[in-house]
Protein backbone atom coordinates (compact mmCIF):
# COMPACT_ATOMS: atom_id res chain seq x y z
CA UNK A 1 0.00 0.00 0.00
CA UNK A 2 2.66 2.52 0.58
CA UNK A 3 4.10 2.02 -2.69
CA UNK A 4 1.03 2.68 -4.50
CA UNK A 5 0.65 5.62 -2.57
CA UNK A 6 4.09 6.70 -3.61
CA UNK A 7 3.39 6.13 -7.06
CA UNK A 8 -0.12 7.64 -7.32
CA UNK A 9 0.01 10.47 -4.66
CA UNK A 10 -0.95 8.99 -1.04
CA UNK A 11 -3.71 12.48 -1.08
CA UNK A 12 -5.53 11.15 -4.30
CA UNK A 13 -9.54 9.59 -3.84
CA UNK A 14 -9.32 5.67 -4.53
CA UNK A 15 -11.32 6.83 -7.50
CA UNK A 16 -8.78 9.02 -8.91
CA UNK A 17 -5.91 6.58 -8.24
CA UNK A 18 -7.74 4.20 -10.38
CA UNK A 19 -8.78 6.47 -13.28
CA UNK A 20 -5.38 7.64 -13.22
CA UNK A 21 -4.09 3.38 -13.76
CA UNK A 22 -6.75 2.87 -16.41
CA UNK A 23 -5.38 5.73 -18.58
CA UNK A 24 -4.83 4.47 -22.23
CA UNK A 25 -1.34 6.51 -23.23
CA UNK A 26 -1.41 8.37 -26.96
CA UNK A 27 0.04 6.34 -29.82
CA UNK A 28 3.50 7.08 -30.94
CA UNK A 29 3.02 10.17 -33.37
CA UNK A 30 4.34 8.44 -36.42
CA UNK A 31 0.71 6.46 -36.29
CA UNK A 32 -0.70 9.86 -37.39
CA UNK A 33 0.75 9.74 -40.30
CA UNK A 34 -0.44 6.91 -42.17
CA UNK A 35 -4.10 7.21 -42.90
CA UNK A 36 -4.85 3.38 -41.89
CA UNK A 37 -3.37 4.14 -38.52
CA UNK A 38 -4.64 7.40 -37.89
CA UNK A 39 -8.33 6.15 -38.25
CA UNK A 40 -7.44 3.39 -35.67
CA UNK A 41 -6.15 6.32 -33.63
CA UNK A 42 -9.18 8.15 -33.84
CA UNK A 43 -11.81 5.24 -32.89
CA UNK A 44 -9.63 4.30 -30.13
CA UNK A 45 -9.99 8.29 -28.97
CA UNK A 46 -13.39 8.43 -29.63
CA UNK A 47 -14.01 5.26 -27.68
CA UNK A 48 -11.93 6.45 -24.94
CA UNK A 49 -13.86 10.03 -24.70
CA UNK A 50 -17.18 8.36 -25.40
CA UNK A 51 -16.95 5.90 -22.26
CA UNK A 52 -16.41 8.88 -19.98
CA UNK A 53 -20.16 10.22 -20.96
CA UNK A 54 -20.95 7.68 -18.63
CA UNK A 55 -20.11 9.38 -15.49
CA UNK A 56 -22.06 11.86 -15.95
CA UNK A 57 -24.79 11.54 -13.35
CA UNK A 58 -27.60 14.35 -14.42
CA UNK A 59 -29.56 14.67 -17.20
CA UNK A 60 -28.32 16.79 -20.52
CA UNK A 61 -28.93 16.92 -24.30
CA UNK A 62 -26.73 17.18 -27.33
CA UNK A 63 -27.93 18.68 -30.19
CA UNK A 64 -26.39 18.79 -34.10
CA UNK A 65 -27.01 22.27 -35.85
CA UNK A 66 -25.20 24.58 -38.65
CA UNK A 67 -23.86 27.68 -37.09
CA UNK A 68 -22.40 30.12 -39.40
CA UNK A 69 -22.11 26.92 -41.77
CA UNK A 70 -19.87 25.10 -39.28
CA UNK A 71 -20.74 21.81 -37.63
CA UNK A 72 -22.09 22.55 -34.25
CA UNK A 73 -23.33 20.39 -31.24
CA UNK A 74 -25.18 22.29 -28.72
CA UNK A 75 -25.52 21.77 -24.79
CA UNK A 76 -28.16 21.81 -22.43
CA UNK A 77 -28.89 20.27 -19.19
CA UNK A 78 -32.15 21.07 -16.86
CA UNK A 79 -30.16 24.15 -15.46
CA UNK A 80 -29.53 26.03 -18.27
CA UNK A 81 -31.51 29.66 -18.32
CA UNK A 82 -32.18 31.41 -21.37
CA UNK A 83 -30.56 34.97 -19.36
CA UNK A 84 -27.22 32.80 -18.79
CA UNK A 85 -24.10 33.42 -20.87
CA UNK A 86 -22.88 30.90 -23.27
CA UNK A 87 -19.83 28.94 -23.43
CA UNK A 88 -17.58 28.75 -26.55
CA UNK A 89 -16.50 25.18 -25.79
CA UNK A 90 -13.00 23.77 -28.72
CA UNK A 91 -12.62 19.90 -28.09
CA UNK A 92 -9.00 18.22 -27.50
CA UNK A 93 -7.03 15.30 -29.05
CA UNK A 94 -4.26 16.63 -30.60
CA UNK A 95 -5.96 18.38 -33.60
CA UNK A 96 -6.20 15.10 -35.42
CA UNK A 97 -9.00 13.67 -33.22
CA UNK A 98 -11.85 13.85 -30.90
CA UNK A 99 -15.17 15.80 -31.77
CA UNK A 100 -17.53 18.22 -30.13
CA UNK A 101 -20.12 14.84 -29.23
CA UNK A 102 -17.52 12.70 -28.27
CA UNK A 103 -15.79 14.79 -26.00
CA UNK A 104 -19.00 16.49 -24.07
CA UNK A 105 -17.77 15.07 -20.54
CA UNK A 106 -15.43 17.91 -20.96
CA UNK A 107 -18.30 20.06 -20.91
CA UNK A 108 -21.08 19.19 -19.28
CA UNK A 109 -20.30 19.75 -16.11
CA UNK A 110 -19.38 23.49 -16.21
CA UNK A 111 -22.57 24.07 -18.06
CA UNK A 112 -24.93 22.08 -15.09
CA UNK A 113 -23.02 24.24 -12.66
CA UNK A 114 -22.94 27.37 -14.27
CA UNK A 115 -26.62 27.30 -15.70
CA UNK A 116 -25.05 28.00 -19.23
CA UNK A 117 -25.85 26.93 -22.70
CA UNK A 118 -22.62 25.66 -24.32
CA UNK A 119 -21.67 25.32 -28.26
CA UNK A 120 -18.71 23.24 -29.24
CA UNK A 121 -17.41 23.26 -32.41
CA UNK A 122 -17.08 20.60 -34.70
CA UNK A 123 -13.68 22.60 -36.64
CA UNK A 124 -12.12 20.29 -39.42
CA UNK A 125 -9.69 17.89 -38.12
CA UNK A 126 -6.05 17.72 -39.74
CA UNK A 127 -3.84 16.34 -41.37
CA UNK A 128 -6.95 16.88 -43.82
CA UNK A 129 -7.80 20.27 -43.33
CA UNK A 130 -4.82 22.51 -42.12
CA UNK A 131 -4.16 25.80 -40.45
CA UNK A 132 -5.78 28.19 -40.93
CA UNK A 133 -8.71 26.36 -41.63
CA UNK A 134 -10.01 25.71 -37.70
CA UNK A 135 -9.07 29.33 -37.03
CA UNK A 136 -11.53 30.49 -39.81
CA UNK A 137 -14.18 27.76 -38.29
CA UNK A 138 -14.00 28.70 -34.89
CA UNK A 139 -14.06 32.55 -35.78
CA UNK A 140 -17.26 32.24 -38.09
CA UNK A 141 -18.98 30.04 -34.73
CA UNK A 142 -17.86 32.66 -32.63
CA UNK A 143 -19.00 35.97 -35.11
CA UNK A 144 -22.45 34.14 -35.10
CA UNK A 145 -22.79 33.63 -31.72
CA UNK A 146 -21.64 37.20 -30.73
CA UNK A 147 -23.90 38.27 -32.94
CA UNK A 148 -27.30 36.54 -30.71
CA UNK A 149 -25.41 36.88 -27.97
CA UNK A 150 -23.07 39.92 -27.32
CA UNK A 151 -18.87 39.37 -26.89
CA UNK A 152 -19.27 40.09 -23.31
CA UNK A 153 -21.93 36.94 -22.83
CA UNK A 154 -19.53 34.47 -24.36
CA UNK A 155 -16.61 32.76 -22.26
CA UNK A 156 -14.27 30.34 -24.30
CA UNK A 157 -13.33 26.93 -23.04
CA UNK A 158 -10.64 24.48 -24.85
CA UNK A 159 -8.89 21.32 -23.72
CA UNK A 160 -5.49 20.62 -25.00
CA UNK A 161 -5.27 20.94 -28.50
CA UNK A 162 -8.81 22.76 -27.85
CA UNK A 163 -7.33 25.46 -25.92
CA UNK A 164 -4.35 26.17 -28.17
CA UNK A 165 -7.07 26.68 -30.55
CA UNK A 166 -8.77 28.74 -28.25
CA UNK A 167 -6.05 31.03 -27.28
CA UNK A 168 -4.86 30.99 -31.33
CA UNK A 169 -8.09 32.67 -32.05
CA UNK A 170 -7.85 35.36 -29.61
CA UNK A 171 -4.47 36.12 -30.95
CA UNK A 172 -6.22 36.29 -34.00
CA UNK A 173 -9.10 38.51 -33.51
CA UNK A 174 -7.46 40.99 -31.60
CA UNK A 175 -5.74 41.48 -34.41
CA UNK A 176 -8.61 41.63 -36.95
CA UNK A 177 -10.08 44.24 -34.04
CA UNK A 178 -13.01 41.41 -33.36
CA UNK A 179 -13.94 42.12 -29.93
CA UNK A 180 -12.73 39.71 -27.10
CA UNK A 181 -14.99 37.16 -24.96
CA UNK A 182 -15.89 38.06 -21.54
CA UNK A 183 -12.64 35.65 -20.08
CA UNK A 184 -11.28 32.18 -21.29
CA UNK A 185 -11.16 28.67 -19.19
CA UNK A 186 -7.70 26.80 -20.67
CA UNK A 187 -7.59 23.62 -19.78
CA UNK A 188 -4.10 21.59 -20.07
CA UNK A 189 -2.96 24.11 -22.98
CA UNK A 190 -1.26 22.20 -25.80
CA UNK A 191 0.35 25.86 -27.04
CA UNK A 192 3.99 25.93 -27.64
CA UNK A 193 4.82 24.33 -30.88
CA UNK A 194 8.39 24.28 -29.91
CA UNK A 195 7.72 22.06 -26.97
CA UNK A 196 10.48 24.13 -25.00
CA UNK A 197 8.61 23.48 -21.64
CA UNK A 198 11.24 21.97 -19.05
CA UNK A 199 8.10 19.17 -18.59
CA UNK A 200 8.31 17.51 -21.44
CA UNK A 201 11.36 16.21 -20.55
CA UNK A 202 11.07 15.85 -16.84
CA UNK A 203 7.33 14.64 -16.55
CA UNK A 204 7.34 12.45 -19.87
CA UNK A 205 7.62 9.22 -17.88
CA UNK A 206 5.29 10.62 -15.35
CA UNK A 207 2.17 11.15 -17.64
CA UNK A 208 -0.02 8.68 -18.75
CA UNK A 209 -1.55 9.95 -21.27
CA UNK A 210 1.74 11.70 -23.32
CA UNK A 211 4.56 9.04 -22.11
CA UNK A 212 6.01 8.21 -25.45
CA UNK A 213 5.94 10.88 -28.08
CA UNK A 214 7.84 13.32 -26.04
CA UNK A 215 9.42 16.69 -27.84
CA UNK A 216 9.36 14.88 -31.33
CA UNK A 217 5.86 14.08 -30.82
CA UNK A 218 4.29 17.52 -30.42
CA UNK A 219 6.84 18.52 -33.73
CA UNK A 220 5.04 15.65 -35.50
CA UNK A 221 1.53 17.00 -33.93
CA UNK A 222 1.91 20.69 -35.50
CA UNK A 223 3.38 19.62 -38.84
CA UNK A 224 0.47 17.76 -39.24
CA UNK A 225 -1.98 20.48 -38.25
CA UNK A 226 0.31 23.51 -39.77
CA UNK A 227 2.62 22.09 -41.99
CA UNK A 228 5.54 24.67 -42.73
CA UNK A 229 4.14 27.19 -40.16
CA UNK A 230 6.67 29.70 -39.12
CA UNK A 231 5.74 29.00 -34.50
CA UNK A 232 6.74 32.12 -34.00
CA UNK A 233 3.41 33.13 -35.24
CA UNK A 234 0.87 32.97 -32.30
CA UNK A 235 -1.98 31.89 -34.25
CA UNK A 236 -0.62 28.58 -34.66
CA UNK A 237 1.44 28.54 -31.53
CA UNK A 238 -0.43 30.43 -29.37
CA UNK A 239 2.35 30.84 -26.34
CA UNK A 240 4.29 32.79 -28.59
CA UNK A 241 2.13 35.76 -28.44
CA UNK A 242 2.27 39.34 -26.65
CA UNK A 243 -1.04 38.84 -24.10
CA UNK A 244 -1.54 42.61 -23.55
CA UNK A 245 -4.93 43.01 -23.81
CA UNK A 246 -6.33 39.77 -23.73
CA UNK A 247 -9.24 38.98 -21.70
CA UNK A 248 -9.10 37.12 -17.88
CA UNK A 249 -8.06 33.82 -17.93
CA UNK A 250 -8.55 30.67 -15.75
CA UNK A 251 -5.51 27.90 -16.38
CA UNK A 252 -6.59 24.27 -15.42
CA UNK A 253 -3.70 21.68 -15.22
CA UNK A 254 -2.23 18.44 -13.49
CA UNK A 255 1.32 18.23 -12.12
CA UNK A 256 1.52 14.55 -13.77
CA UNK A 257 1.11 16.03 -17.48
CA UNK A 258 3.86 17.12 -19.29
CA UNK A 259 2.05 20.13 -20.65
CA UNK A 260 2.46 21.66 -16.87
CA UNK A 261 5.17 23.76 -17.80
CA UNK A 262 3.27 25.45 -21.06
CA UNK A 263 0.21 26.46 -18.26
CA UNK A 264 3.01 27.84 -15.83
CA UNK A 265 4.40 29.68 -18.58
CA UNK A 266 1.21 30.76 -20.11
CA UNK A 267 0.12 31.80 -16.69
CA UNK A 268 3.36 33.94 -16.18
CA UNK A 269 3.58 35.36 -19.60
CA UNK A 270 -0.35 37.15 -19.37
CA UNK A 271 0.59 38.20 -15.46
CA UNK A 272 3.98 40.07 -16.93
CA UNK A 273 1.19 41.49 -19.94
CA UNK A 274 -0.97 42.18 -16.93
CA UNK A 275 -3.89 40.13 -17.84
CA UNK A 276 -6.10 38.75 -14.62
CA UNK A 277 -5.32 35.29 -14.75
CA UNK A 278 -5.52 32.31 -12.46
CA UNK A 279 -3.41 29.01 -12.38
CA UNK A 280 -4.66 26.09 -10.55
CA UNK A 281 -2.66 23.19 -10.48
CA UNK A 282 -4.09 19.88 -9.52
CA UNK A 283 -1.23 17.75 -7.76
CA UNK A 284 -1.23 14.34 -9.01
CA UNK A 285 -3.88 14.62 -11.32
CA UNK A 286 -3.27 13.95 -15.47
CA UNK A 287 -3.97 15.02 -18.84
CA UNK A 288 -7.75 15.53 -19.66
CA UNK A 289 -9.11 14.78 -16.10
CA UNK A 290 -11.64 17.07 -16.52
CA UNK A 291 -13.14 14.15 -18.41
CA UNK A 292 -13.83 11.93 -15.38
CA UNK A 293 -16.78 13.73 -13.94
CA UNK A 294 -16.91 10.84 -10.85
CA UNK A 295 -13.75 11.93 -9.41
CA UNK A 296 -14.58 14.55 -6.24
CA UNK A 297 -11.33 16.38 -7.52
CA UNK A 298 -12.98 16.88 -10.80
CA UNK A 299 -16.17 18.28 -9.22
CA UNK A 300 -13.52 20.74 -7.24
CA UNK A 301 -12.29 21.69 -10.18
CA UNK A 302 -15.25 22.35 -12.65
CA UNK A 303 -17.19 24.43 -9.58
CA UNK A 304 -14.07 26.74 -10.12
CA UNK A 305 -14.88 27.01 -13.68
CA UNK A 306 -18.36 28.01 -12.80
CA UNK A 307 -16.95 30.51 -10.22
CA UNK A 308 -15.02 32.00 -12.88
CA UNK A 309 -17.69 32.48 -15.34
CA UNK A 310 -20.28 33.87 -12.81
CA UNK A 311 -17.24 36.63 -12.05
CA UNK A 312 -16.52 37.24 -15.15
CA UNK A 313 -19.68 37.80 -16.98
CA UNK A 314 -21.75 38.86 -13.94
CA UNK A 315 -23.85 35.84 -14.24
CA UNK A 316 -25.48 34.54 -11.25
CA UNK A 317 -23.52 32.32 -8.63
CA UNK A 318 -22.84 28.54 -9.22
CA UNK A 319 -25.18 25.79 -8.38
CA UNK A 320 -23.47 23.41 -6.08
CA UNK A 321 -22.23 20.05 -6.68
CA UNK A 322 -25.33 17.64 -5.24
CA UNK A 323 -23.60 15.64 -2.35
CA UNK A 324 -25.78 12.87 -1.81
CA UNK A 325 -24.98 9.36 -3.74
CA UNK A 326 -29.07 9.09 -3.85
CA UNK A 327 -29.75 11.85 -5.89
CA UNK A 328 -26.58 11.19 -8.05
CA UNK A 329 -28.27 7.53 -8.95
CA UNK A 330 -31.66 9.17 -9.66
CA UNK A 331 -30.16 11.95 -11.42
CA UNK A 332 -28.52 8.65 -13.61
CA UNK A 333 -31.81 7.02 -14.51
CA UNK A 334 -33.49 10.56 -15.77
CA UNK A 335 -30.36 11.45 -17.80
CA UNK A 336 -31.90 12.05 -21.53
CA UNK A 337 -28.99 12.13 -24.12
CA UNK A 338 -30.51 13.57 -27.64
CA UNK A 339 -28.61 11.03 -30.30
Known amino acids: MALLKRKFGAHLSDNARSALAACRSYAPPFAALNPLTRNLCRRLLQADWEATLSQIDFPYTLEDEQIGAVACVRYRTPQTRSEAPLILYIHASAFIAGSARSNAAAILPACHLSGCEGVGVDYSLAP ?13 VYLALSKERGPERIVLCGDSAGAGLALASMHRWRRKSIPLPAGAVLISAFADAAAASDTHVTLKHHDPIFNVSG ?58 AGVDVTLRVFDGLFHLFHMHWSLDEVKAA ?27 EEALARRVVFL
Do not use: C, W
Open 128 to 140: EAVFPAQLEEIER
Open 215 to 272: VSGVATVFQLYAPGGDYSNPEISPLAGDFAGMPPLLIHVGSREVLLGDSARLAEKARR
Open 302 to 328: FEDIAAFIAKTTGAPALRQVAASPEAR
